[in-house]
Structure formats: structure tokens, C-alpha cells
């Protein structure tokens, strides 16, 4: 498939440019030339190579895109070296330019898939939406970041699960982090009856809050009645916290709030229906019942 994609697209120049050289053959002069424009090619790859790993340590780059970096470039000098020497030795460049180019074509459509994960593990190792160490939330999947590969990242959930997510999916998707920022809020919403004073259930809750030593005190937390429902009033309780301390405190605060409210003579409500049955009306259907 490959070989035949190749012949389709390659030029009849770059054909017959082989064949010559395949009959014109070497000389002295042209293998002298050759040896010459080798080692000039190999000292002038490895003073680059050199000056880049110089600019590369002044640069607060990932290592993996350095590494990536200076292989490229390696690679592309030594591909250029290649054509020089080969030029020297009398081959068509022109011609294994065409071939080499028509052969690239049909290894990039064959790898297609592979080449996205690459160039989506890049745009992560520049972009740098999370780090090693993060949680984050990426498509359908969460949990602490463990590696960010070239191809794939691998993410380390809560049940202690490795997920190995390529690269090209996550680029496409939403990318929450939840690490990024020292604090986070915690935010809650409760349900309280409709016979508790509101000031009295902000008041509780307020001093629950305040009583927890991990709860910051700037900003202030926020206790608000969020919306009356059909059979209790929802309230809203928002806090902020260090970003390690999150859990802790919305568990804390969970545990915590129903005994608290049920202190204070506050009932938490749930859905319900009252049924409400007049007198008049229960004796006109045992009237009318048979």
C-alpha cells in the first residue's frame, strides 16, 4: 500500500535521477569530497548541537520538550548533512529530495493518529495547563497528574487507578485544574423548614463555620438564603480554605451541620405533601358513599 501510494506520487525526474546515478558510479575525487564534506558536517552539527544545550539550560523549558527540541534538530542537521555528502558523491539531490519528501507524505497519512497525540503532548509541554502533581479533571476522567508523556499523560485517580489518556483527546477537551490556585471555596447548599427563622439557621450556620480552624477568616465566608423551594428555604454557605485543606473542610462541615441545626431546634426538611381533609367534606362522602 505504502510502496504503491509512493509510486503514484513520485515525479518521473526523481526515477530517472536514481538510475544515473546507479550507472554513472563513484571516482577518487568524488569519495575524496565526500570524506571532506563529512567530517566539515559532523564538527559543524556538534558546535550547534553545543551552542543549543547552552541556550537550552538558560531557558525554563520541560525536560521532555528540550529533549524533543534538540533531537529535531539533530535530526535536521544530520539530514542536511546527508544531502551535502550525497551531493558530493555526484547523486541527484534533487531528485532523492522528491523521493525522500513523497515517502514522508505517506509515513505522515499512516501515522496520522500518532503524529496528533505528538503534537497535542507538545502544545501541553508549552502551554502548561497542569504539572505532575496536580488533580485535574480532564473529559470524563480525573486524578492526580503522575507523568505528561509525549504520546500519553498518565493521571492517578482517587481508588488508585492509572489512566493513561492520549494527549490529543485532552487537548480537545475542557481541562479543569483544581491545583493551580492556593485556595479554594467550599461551597455548600442546605435545606432548612420553613418554621426556622432564617436568621436564626444564617446564625448557626455561621458559627459553625467560624468555629472550624481551618476556614479562612479573609474574605469572609458567605451565608446567604439561595431559594425558597416548595417545602423548605435552601440556604448557601460558601468558604474559602487553603487548597489542601479543601476536603477537610467540606467533610468537616458536612458531619457537622445536621447535628448542629438539630441543637438549635432547626428541622432540615425533605420533599413532601401535606394532605389537608376539611370535616364538612369527609362527612359529604360518607354521604354519598354506598
Not at 546515478?21 to 568524488?30: D, N, S
Not at 493513561?164 to 461551597?187: A, K, M
Not at 460558601?238 to 477537610?248: G, I, K, P, Q
Request: with cysteine; hydrophobic share 45%; charged share 20%.
Amino acid at each position: 500500500m505504502a510502496v504503491t501510494l509512493v509510486a503514484s506520487f513520485l515525479p518521473d525526474e526523481a526515477i530517472q535521477g536514481v538510475l544515473q546515478f546507479g550507472v554513472a558510479g563513484f571516482t577518487v575525487e568524488k569519495l575524496f569530497g565526500a570524506v571532506i564534506a563529512s567530517v566539515f558536517c559532523l564538527l559543524v552539527i556538534k558546535i550547534l548541537l553545543k551552542l543549543t544545550d547552552r541556550a537550552l539550560r538558560r531557558v525554563h523549558l520541560d525536560k521532555t520538550l528540550k529533549k524533543l527540541i534538540r533531537g529535531g534538530l539533530k535530526a535536521l542537521l544530520l539530514f542536511v548533512g546527508v544531502i551535502v555528502v550525497l551531493g558530493c558523491l555526484g547523486i541527484p539531490v534533487t531528485s532523492l529530495v522528491a523521493l525522500l519528501s513523497v515517502i514522508g507524505l505517506a509515513l505522515s497519512l499512516a501515522v496520522q493518529n500518532f503524529l496528533s497525540n505528538v503534537a497535542g503532548g507538545l502544545q501541553l509541554l508549552v502551554s502548561k495547563p497542569f504539572q505532575i502533581g496536580d488533580y485535574v479533571e480532564a473529559g470524563d476522567c480525573a486524578g492526580t497528574v503522575q507523568e505528561i508523556g509525549l504520546f500519553y499523560t498518565k493521571l492517578n485517580t482517587t481508588d488508585n487507578k492509572l489512566v493513561q489518556l492520549p494527549n490529543s483527546g485532552i487537548v480537545s477537551q475542557n481541562i479543569i485544574n483544581y491545583s493551580s490556585e492556593d485556595r479554594r471555596q467550599v461551597e455548600l447548599r442546605l435545606s432548612a423548614s420553613y418554621d426556622a427563622p432564617p436568621e436564626l439557621v444564617r446564625r448557626v450556620l455561621g458559627n459553625l463555620v467560624e468555629a472550624h480552624p481551618l476556614a479562612c477568616r479573609e474574605p469572609a465566608p458567605l451565608i446567604h438564603v439561595y431559594a425558597y423551594r416548595d417545602s423548605a428555604i435552601e440556604y448557601l454557605v460558601r468558604v474559602w480554605c487553603e487548597n489542601s485543606n479543601y476536603w477537610t473542610v467540606y467533610f468537616d462541615l458536612m458531619d457537622s451541620v445536621k447535628p448542629v441545626l438539630d441543637r438549635a431546634g432547626i428541622e432540615m426538611t425533605y420533599p413532601h405533601i401535606n394532605v389537608h381533609l376539611m370535616e364538612g367534606q369527609g362527612k359529604k362522602e360518607e354521604e354519598t358513599s354506598p
